[in-house]
């Protein structure tokens, strides 16, 4: 499509350009936003909450504490591995502001995939949750991390209820596993030491990475996409702009269910709300659902950011009907695809339409939403403004209007490339700048993009990707499996869920609870398989190339949905 295709396209108010080096970098919306907001409410958790004021000077003392206390330099990859608490926005900051580059670890990483996250980026420092110093003590002396700083979750709350909140965790609810890390300073002596120490603040540039978010891209192992300030910049600003004049600055409150280390919550609720001083509710633990509506019942909240599973889930909760809902005006879906049943049931409940988007990790994540006026259920809305997206054979020519190919996509908050991978790099991103996404899909001739399918094996479990050839490499370890095969079939709670097939060798022996046990020692919860098939052969190519793509048609149509 060309520019001047969706021009025309936007709604009243929302520009088609933004201009993406308005900011020199994320540091520079930071400063800004915590002048201007001094006073306005940052994040809110466990009944505490710190103002942008506030925000700037812990990320400040952070951000002291790394330069005066480590010899971490601008550039060196520190991993951060917390859930929503009010520690992950002021480490982020702090890391960022000292010019170390930001790498997102999912806090319910198995140990293996810790090991090859903070191998794969070089990581020089760890900040992670208590909960999880056990996996780091195994982990550290296989990797080059030599600075660790282990948090517990009231670490940031007044300072009786910080050790009554500390204690009820680690000796009530027994959630914090015995560690013994020597090496290892506490958040709040970090704090300490930082506090009243001049901070260097870092001026990267715009086109230098600011933060390594590992996906699977579109094929294969964990690989880190390099997200520049400009990336998340631009992203922050497109956000705003399709948001339009639906949402005054200072006045929002965002409910965060979503975990802040997901690109998508990440650049939502710390980088976009943070341009407009919104207010983010942060959920600790949103499977705890009644604990996550008597936390709602508290807020007159404005907009609300999940997905499909989570939409069901509360809809289907009495209480969280019964909530106020006069002040929500702006609902927001992605990660997985958005049930039309769920975004009726939303409506009905909550009075408010779910304005569905589309995004990826390599995107910063977004790419598309729908507009709030304008919401058509079932597409994934228009562009952001300054993208441009169109559609692909599969030799790579431009499709016309209304085909049906792979989407590319093409603006400033598509990545710099994958971290030290130029070969997987060079598979997605051409010298134009064009990404292919993997997915396949249709530009209406109103603008609004719809998928119809995705082109690489990819499971979507609950908003997570997960790729199946990382499960299979997992699968393949076990003893007694000669042949593998992973494939997403449907579920109606998490989208999709996942099945193993399994070839057992010749002469041994394996039964359906080993082949779980082995997953769950391996991979993390939303990776573990929920189906376990043994067969005596898998439908392969003449060169012997598993077919999953016939292992997922079997399954349609046993369950009659093909």
């Not at 300030?229 to 200072?250: D, I, P, S, Y």
């Not at 994958?418 to 991103?429: G, M, S």
């Not at 393949?476 to 099945?499: H, Y």
């Not at 082949?515 to 991979?523: A, E, F, I, K, T």
Request: charged share 20%.
């Amino acid at each position: 499509m060309t520019e001047n295709f969706w021009k025309d396209k936007y709604p009243a108010g929302v520009p088609a350009e933004i201009d993406p080096d308005q900011f020199a970098n994320v540091q520079a919306v930071l400063k800004l936003s915590c002048e201007r907001f001094a006073d306005k409410p940052a994040f809110s958790n466990l009944g505490k909450t710190i103002t942008y004021g506030e925000l700037y000077e812990l990320s400040g003392q952070f951000a002291a504490y790394l330069q005066k206390y480590t010899d971490l330099k601008p550039g060196d990859r520190i991993a951060v591995q917390m859930p929503n608490v009010l520690q992950y926005p002021v480490v982020v900051f702090g890391a960022l502001r000292a010019g170390l580059i930001v790498v997102n670890t999912n806090p319910l990483y198995t140990a293996r995939e810790m090991e090859h996250q903070f191998n794969d980026s070089g990581a020089k420092a760890l900040v992670c949750l208590a909960n999880m110093a056990h996996l780091a003590e195994q982990v550290l002396p296989k990797t080059g991390i030599k600075h660790v700083v282990v948090t517990e979750v009231g670490d940031l709350l007044p300072t009786f209820k910080r050790l009554l909140v500390n204690a009820v965790v680690k000796h009530v609810k027994k959630m914090v596993p015995s560690y013994h890390l020597p090496q290892a300073v506490k958040f709040t002596e970090a704090l300490a030491k930082g506090r009243g120490q001049r901070v260097v603040e870092a001026s990267p540039q715009s086109g230098d990475v600011a933060v390594l978010q590992y996906t699977g891209g579109t094929t294969g192992v964990a690989k880190g996409a390099m997200l520049t300030h400009r990336n998340l910049v631009a992203n922050m600003l497109q956000c705003k702009a399709l948001m339009g004049t639906n949402f005054n600055e200072g006045c929002e409150v965002l409910i965060t269910p979503l975990p802040l280390y997901h690109i998508y919550a990440f650049t939502f609720h710390c980088m976009a709300m943070m341009l407009i001083g919104g207010h983010n509710i942060l959920i600790t633990n949103p499977r705890d659902l009644p604990a996550m509506v008597k936390e709602l019942a508290k807020w007159r909240f404005t907009g609300f950011v999940g997905l499909n599973t989570l939409f069901v889930a509360l809809c289907n909760n009495e209480d969280f009907r019964k909530l106020d809902f006069s002040s929500l005006k702006a609902t927001f879906s992605g990660g997985m695809a958005l049930q039309l049943a769920t975004a009726e049931r939303w409506r009905e409940v909550t009075g408010c339409g779910i304005c569905e988007g589309y995004g990826m990790t390599e995107t910063s994540p977004v790419v598309s939403v729908n507009p709030f006026q304008n919401i058509q259920v079932g597409t994934i809305g228009i562009p952001v403004p300054s993208t441009l997206c169109k559609v692909v054979d599969e030799e790579g020519n431009d499709l016309p209007q209304g085909s049906i190919g792979e989407l590319c996509v093409k603006g400033p908050q598509v990545m710099k490339g994958y971290w030290q991978r130029p070969e997987a790099t060079a598979e997605v991103l051409d010298a134009d700048g064009w990404l292919k996404t993997g997915d396949i899909a249709v530009i209406q001739d109103d603008g609004y993009l719809r998928i119809v399918d995705r082109k690489k094996d990819m499971i979507l479990v609950s908003g997570f990707n997960v790729y199946p050839n990382e499960l299979e490499d997992v699968l393949a370890t076990l003893p007694g499996v000669l042949q593998c095969a992973a494939i997403g079939v449907p579920d109606e709670k998490s989208g999709e869920a996942i099945k193993v097939f399994v070839v057992v060798k010749p002469g041994a022996s394996l039964t359906k609870e080993q082949v779980l046990q082995h997953m769950h020692d391996n991979v993390t919860g939303y990776k573990r398989p929920k189906y376990v098939e043994f067969r005596d052969s898998l439908p392969t190519t003449n060169v012997g190339k598993i077919l999953r793509r016939e292992l997922r048609d079997e399954e349609l149509r046993r369950l009659g949905k093909k």
